[in-house]
T-cell receptor
Framework: NAGVMQNPRHLVRRRGQEARLRCSPM?????VYWYRQLPEEGLKFMVY????????ESGMPKERFSAEFPKEGPSILRIQQVVRGDSAAYFC?????????????FGQGTRLTVV | ELKVEQNPLFLSMQEGKNYTIYCNYS?????LYWYRQDPGKSLESLFV?????AVKQEGRLMASLDTKARLSTLHITAAVHDLSATYFC?????????FGTGTSLTVIP
């Protein structure tokens, strides 16, 4: 059973370009969470999705950021018109249906660098 | 307002010593998690604590949960260099896993 898969692992974008980060949850998991981590800081919640639904996006910046988790395929975190301040590690985590009192399992992260 | 406070934020300890990391949280959640993160790496789950009074041990690490005090502890026994990492506690709000600021642990030979 493969773990949470994120790609790419490293992404370099110029200011103004778009960044698309992908996350495939663990097999059987239907809950996906995206977090952002700045250097030397903790994890900041961005969004919680279930298949085809955004459950909680209270941590998402109002502009330029969007997330989806389609019926088929990976979850996508999209950042439009990237700025230097978007440089960070973005982690995806997944958990099973009904949560079942289990922890979230994290992917290896995508390290975004905006130049 | 949701809050998770860990202390200390930075901890430098000698090999062989014992120490405790504290995690205070602001809600009535009874599901508390501890994770470890090595530099440049992802988060590894250490412990899942699901009820008041829960205690779990793995090797030199032991975690406990007091839901009435809204406090969890991570106790390190006879530290070794391999334990150097950042440790995060997190509680489950139902919609997210809300993380503390992390405790950066360095074990010195």
């Amino acid at each position: 059973n493969a773990g949470v898969m994120q790609n790419p692992r490293h992404l370099v974008r110029r200011r103004g370009q778009e960044a698309r980060l992908r996350c495939s949850p663990m097999k059987g998991h239907s809950h996906v969470y995206w977090y952002r981590q700045l250097p030397e800081e903790g994890l900041k919640f961005m969004v919680y999705l279930q298949k085809e639904n955004i459950i909680d996006e209270s941590g998402m910046p109002k502009e330029r950021f969007s997330a989806e988790f389609p019926k088929e395929g990976p979850s996508i975190l999209r950042i439009q018109q990237v700025v230097r301040g978007d440089s960070a590690a973005y982690f995806c985590a997944s958990s099973p249906p009904g949560r079942m009192n289990t922890e979230a399992f994290f992917g290896q992260g995508t390290r975004l660098t905006v130049v | 307002e949701l809050k998770v406070e860990q202390n200390p934020l930075f901890l430098s300890m000698q090999e062989g010593k014992n120490y405790t990391i504290y995690c205070n949280y602001s809600t009535t959640s009874d599901r508390l998690y501890w994770y470890r993160q090595d530099p440049g790496k992802s988060l590894e789950s250490l412990f899942v604590l699901l009820s008041n009074g829960a205690v779990k041990q793995e090797g030199r690490l032991m975690a406990s949960l007091d839901t009435k005090a809204r406090l969890s502890t991570l106790h390190i026994t006879a530290a070794v260099h391999d334990l150097s990492a950042t440790y995060f506690c997190a509680f489950d709000t139902g919609n997210q896993f809300y993380f503390g600021t992390g405790t950066s642990l360095t074990v010195i030979p």
